[in-house]
């Protein structure tokens, strides 16, 4: 089973409808937009539903632990 990754399901049937890599995935927070924001290491990336894009927005953090999205999008 591959750990590494963020999945979407559908609620309904439980049924993957999207995976997308991401290494050591240690946190996850879902954005306004429906993005979902994970903390991988020392960074954070968003990973989009549509077009399965990763983007990285932070690197170098020291010792993260939690992640969190602004529920407002800001």
């Known amino acids: 089973?591959?750990?590494?990754?963020?999945?979407?399901l559908?609620?309904?049937t439980?049924?993957?409808l999207?995976?997308?890599a991401v290494p050591r995935p240690l946190g996850v927070a879902v954005?306004?937009?429906?993005?979902?924001?994970?903390?991988s290491g020392t960074t954070v990336q968003r990973?989009?539903?549509?077009?399965?894009?990763v983007t990285t927005l932070a690197t170098g953090l020291v010792a993260?632990?939690?992640i969190a999205a602004d529920p407002a999008g800001g």
């Open 18 to 20: 999207a995976t997308v």
């Open 31 to 39: 954005a306004a937009d429906g993005d979902v924001l994970v903390l």
């Open 1 to 8: 089973r591959d750990h590494d990754a963020v999945r979407w």
């Open 10 to 12: 559908d609620p309904a």
């Open 47 to 53: 990973v989009a539903f549509a077009g399965r894009a």
């Open 14 to 16: 439980r049924a993957v």
């Open 64 to 66: 993260p632990w939690r």
